[in-house]
């Protein structure tokens, strides 16, 4: 089993509506998750990160983490077509794991469409 | 800042030919990491340096893979000689390492290798 698992879609959807996107982890210490958007021939960039269990919101974006259910979702409000883009999750050990918490654990990313 | 900047862009190459690409992190970032794309295997980090050293290099699939970073604004990845399965996006990316930035990777825009 992949440390990380995210469906690869590809998800379509029409403006307007909310995008689900999810990922499972295995490794119980990733203390650190982060939502990565990659647009087309671009590298990726920090979306959000959140720390632990729980909710955080920015803006139409809301991170969610279950540390209980190892799952992560973000959640897009009034999706947009500028928000067609590949999504990858990431994960990062807390504290001293041994000396990795450096290596961020990506998932293969989920291609979002929008369609105006 | 301009970010981190990779050279070339696109690079095409005929099998047993090396293969030099170039990464200048962000200034002031103390770590950098080279990782390989591909639609098969998504994400994969090959190595990671800190303050110019190498780290973690167990990602780098086999001997005709080396990378240096003789200073702080510059570091190289080398495949010799080059194979077609080596095609891929290769992303350069840094980060300040610390709490509160370790989850924060800026990626370069990528060179894409096509071996021929």
């Known amino acids: 089993q992949k440390e990380v698992e995210q469906d690869p879609g590809p998800l379509s959807v029409p403006e307007g509506a909310i995008v689900s996107l999810n990922c499972t982890y295995s490794?119980?210490?990733?203390?650190?998750f982060m939502w990565y958007r990659q647009y087309s021939r671009k590298g990726p960039e920090l979306l959000m990160y959140t720390y632990s269990s729980g909710n955080k919101e920015d803006g139409r974006f809301t991170a969610q983490v279950d540390k209980s259910s190892k799952y992560i979702s973000l959640f897009i409000r009034d999706s947009q077509p500028s928000d067609s883009a590949t999504y990858l999750c990431?994960?990062?050990?807390?504290?001293?794991?041994?000396?990795?918490?450096?290596?961020?654990?990506f998932g293969k990313g989920t291609l979002l469409t929008v369609n105006p | 800042d301009a970010g981190v900047i990779q050279s070339p862009r696109h690079e095409v190459t005929e099998m047993g030919q090396e293969v030099t690409l170039r990464c200048k992190p962000i200034?002031?970032?103390?770590?950098l990491f080279w990782y390989r794309q591909t639609m098969m295997r998504g994400l994969e980090l090959l190595i990671y340096f800190n303050n110019n050293v190498p780290i973690d290099d167990s990602g780098m699939p086999e001997d005709r893979f080396s990378a240096k970073m003789p200073n702080a604004s510059f570091s190289t990845l080398k495949i010799q000689p080059s194979e077609p399965r080596d095609s891929a996006v290769y992303f350069c990316?840094?980060?300040?390492?610390?709490?509160?930035?370790?989850?924060?990777?800026?990626f370069g825009s990528g060179t894409q290798l096509s071996v021929l």
């Open positions: 990316a840094s980060r300040l390492t610390g709490i509160g930035t370790n989850e924060k990777l800026f």
């Open positions: 990431a994960t990062l050990p807390g504290g001293n794991s041994g000396g990795s918490n450096y290596k961020l654990t």
């Open positions: 200034s002031g970032h103390n770590s």
């Open positions: 490794n119980s210490a990733f203390q650190y």
